[in-house]
């Protein structure tokens, strides 16, 4: 199975960025879609970027689109999520996350969760 880490969350002001990376370990790592979620306390998480095995094609939730990009390396069995723009409304904990495909990712059916690391913006 697929292990995740993520890194990279902190305090950062209205209009700043953030980079957020995932580290993974296992074989399997490279045939696997990967995608980023959010989740504020008491709200359900929610689906922010996916991007497929080959890193090839990506795709992002309307709220983030322009402002956040999704990367891999399989080579390197890393993830990033960088982030720019930031709001007061991306306040969230940000999980990685790795499933079939794209479009499972998006419907929040994922094989393995990392952590969690917490982005505050603050206003």
């Known amino acids: 199975q697929v292990q995740l880490v993520e890194s990279g969350g902190g305090l950062v002001q209205t209009g700043g960025s953030a980079n957020l990376s995932c580290a993974a370990s296992g074989p399997t790592f490279s045939n696997y879609a990967m995608g980023w979620f959010r989740q504020v306390s008491g709200k359900e998480r929610e689906w922010v970027a996916a991007?497929?095995?080959?890193?090839?094609?990506?795709y992002y939730a309307d709220s983030v689109k322009g402002r956040f990009s999704i990367s891999r390396d399989n080579a390197k069995n890393t993830a990033w999520l960088q982030m720019t723009s930031l709001k007061p409304e991306d306040t969230a904990a940000y999980y990685c996350?790795?499933?079939?495909?794209?479009?499972?990712?998006?419907?929040?059916?994922?094989?393995?969760w990392g952590q969690g690391t917490q982005v505050t913006v603050s206003s």
């Open positions: 991007i497929g095995w080959n890193a090839e094609s990506t």
């Open positions: 996350a790795v499933g079939l495909t794209t479009a499972t990712m998006a419907a929040k059916k994922v094989s393995s």
